[in-house]
C-alpha cells in the first residue's frame, strides 16, 4: 500500500487559508496604527493652515462631479478667480478620489472623508511593512520595523498633522505595499501577487509619478536581493505586472501628456521653503507651537536613526541571511538622505528614506543574540520603545487638537471660490512634480 503526500502550495486557495494559523502581529500593529491616528480618529474637525484643507475641497469638488454623472472630472470651476481651470486634467486624480468615494458612500462629509483616508493609509503602511518584513526575517523584526516606520516623526507627525499633505501619507503606505507584493511574486508567483503588483503600480502612478519611480528602485532592489541569495526573478511576470499597472493609469497620463502643450505652470507667489537641514534631520521633534500664527513644520526623521545605523552596521558584520536585505536598504536610505539634503523642496524623499530606515534598523533586533539570556525577550521592546519615545511629546500635542476650527466648515463650491480667492489654495503637486496654484497668478492657458 503506497501513500501519496500532498504539499501545501498544491492545496486550493481557500483550504489554504483556512489551515493558516492566526498572525496576532497583524492585529497587533493595527492596534497601534489606529493608536498612532487618535488625532484623526477623535476630533472631527481639520487643522487650519495645512494641505487638509486642499485636500477637503478638491474631495468636495470630486463628490459632486461624480453625483452629477461626471465619474472624471478635468475641470475646477472655482479656480482662477472663477474662470475655471482645467486643473484635474493634470493633477494625479488617486488623493481625491478616495476621500471623494468614502464621503459619497459612508461619510457624507469631505473633512472627515480625509481624515478617513489618513487613518486607512497610517494602517496599510504599518501592516503592509510588518507582512513583508516577517515574511523576510520574521514577526518580531516585522513588528519592530512596523513600529519604526509608523512612529516616524515624519510618518506620525510632520507629513499628516503639520503639513496635512495627502499625497505624501498614501505614498508611504503604498511603497511598502508594492514591496509586499513585489517581494510575493518573486517568492510565491501566485495570481493573487501578481494582481496586487499590478493594482498598486497603478495605484502610485495615479498618485505621483515620483513614488512611482521610488517604487520602481524599490522593486530594483528585492530584485538586487534575490539575485544576491542565487535565486530565479520572474522577469515575464515583474514586466507583465508593471506594463498592466501602467496601461491601466493610462486613462490619466495619457491625455495629460498629450495635452501638456496646452497649459504652462506658474510657481506661486508665495511658495514656503522646505529647506532640509543636516542637523535639525536627526534632531528630536519639537511640538507645535499653539500661539504661533504660522509654525513651520520641522522636518525631521527623529534621533532614533543615529542609533539604527550604527546597530544596523554591526548587524552587517555577523552571518545572517538576510544581510543583503538590510545592506541594500541601509544603503537606499543613506542616498535618499544626502539627496533631500543637497536639492532643495525635495521633502516627499523623507518618506522612502523613513522606510529603509525602518527596515534596516529592525536589523538591530539580531544583536539580542549578544546579550545574556534574561535581556533577549526585553530587547526588543527597549527598542520599540525609545523609538516611540522620540515622536510620544509632540504626538500627544497632536492629539490634543492644536490649531483646528471648532465649527464644522462648508465645503460648497461658493466656499471653494471664496476659499481660491484668498490666495491660499496653492500647492497642489502636477503629474510632472513641479509646484503649482490656482491662483492668479497659476495656471494660464496659452493662446
Do not use: K
Not at 67 to 93: C, K, L, S
Amino acid at each position: 500500500m503506497t501513500t501519496s503526500t500532498i504539499r501545501y502550495e498544491d492545496l486550493p486557495f481557500w483550504m489554504r487559508r483556512a489551515m493558516r494559523r492566526t498572525d496576532w502581529g497583524v492585529l497587533l500593529i493595527l492596534g497601534f496604527c489606529l493608536i498612532s491616528s487618535l488625532p484623526f480618529v477623535l476630533s472631527t474637525s481639520i487643522p487650519v493652515g495645512t494641505a487638509h484643507e486642499r485636500y477637503a475641497f478638491r474631495a468636495a469638488e470630486i463628490a459632486e462631479s461624480i453625483g452629477e454623472g461626471r465619474w472624471y472630472p478635468r475641470w475646477t470651476d472655482e479656480a482662477v478667480g472663477g474662470y475655471g481651470a482645467p486643473i484635474p486634467q493634470f493633477t494625479p486624480p488617486l488623493a481625491g478620489f478616495l476621500p471623494a468615494l468614502l464621503d459619497i458612500t459612508l461619510i457624507n462629509d469631505p473633512g472627515a472623508a480625509i481624515s478617513a483616508t489618513f487613518v486607512f493609509a497610517t494602517c496599510l503602511a504599518g501592516t503592509a511593512l510588518y507582512a513583508f518584513v516577517a515574511r523576510r526575517a520574521g514577526s518580531i523584526i516585522g513588528v519592530t520595523a512596523a513600529l519604526l516606520y509608523v512612529f516616524n516623526p515624519m510618518i506620525g507627525v510632520v507629513m499628516p498633522r503639520q503639513l496635512g499633505d495627502l499625497s505624501l501619507i498614501l505614498g508611504g503606505a503604498l511603497l511598502p505595499a508594492l514591496l509586499w507584493a513585489v517581494d510575493g511574486l518573486m517568492q510565491r508567483r501566485a495570481a493573487a501577487d501578481l494582481a496586487a503588483a499590478v493594482l498598486l503600480s497603478a495605484g502610485l502612478l495615479l498618485l505621483d509619478t515620483r513614488f512611482a519611480a521610488a517604487g520602481l528602485g524599490a522593486a530594483l532592489l528585492l530584485i538586487l536581493v534575490n539575485r544576491s541569495h542565487g535565486r530565479r526573478v520572474p522577469w515575464v511576470r515583474l514586466l507583465i505586472a508593471g506594463l498592466l499597472g501602467i496601461a491601466i493609469a493610462s486613462f490619466h497620463w495619457l491625455p495629460a501628456a498629450l495635452e501638456a502643450y496646452a497649459v504652462r505652470w506658474y510657481p506661486a507667489e508665495i511658495a514656503p521653503s522646505n529647506r532640509i537641514d543636516l542637523l535639525s534631520l536627526f534632531a528630536p521633534v519639537v511640538a507645535t507651537d499653539p500661539a504661533a500664527l504660522l509654525d513651520p513644520p520641522a522636518f525631521s526623521l527623529g534621533a532614533f536613526p543615529l542609533v539604527a545605523v550604527p546597530g544596523a552596521l554591526l548587524t552587517l558584520l555577523r552571518r545572517n541571511t538576510q544581510r543583503p536585505l538590510y545592506a541594500a536598504f541601509l544603503a537606499a536610505a543613506v542616498g535618499l538622505i544626502v539627496a533631500a539634503v543637497v536639492r532643495d523642496n525635495q521633502v516627499w524623499m523623507l518618506v522612502p528614506a523613513a522606510l529603509c530606515i525602518s527596515i534596516a534598523g529592525a536589523s538591530l533586533i539580531n544583536l539580542r543574540e549578544w546579550l545574556p539570556l534574561p535581556l533577549r525577550r526585553v530587547f526588543p521592546v527597549a527598542v520599540c520603545a525609545v523609538a516611540i519615545g522620540t515622536v510620544l511629546q509632540p504626538w500627544i500635542a497632536a492629539t490634543a487638537g492644536l490649531n483646528t476650527a471648532a465649527t464644522p466648515r462648508d465645503f460648497s463650491s461658493d466656499a471653494a471660490a471664496s476659499f481660491e480667492q484668498r490666495g491660499v489654495r496653492c500647492g497642489d503637486t502636477t503629474t510632472w512634480g513641479q509646484r503649482a496654484c490656482d491662483h492668479p497668478p497659476g495656471l494660464r492657458l496659452q493662446r
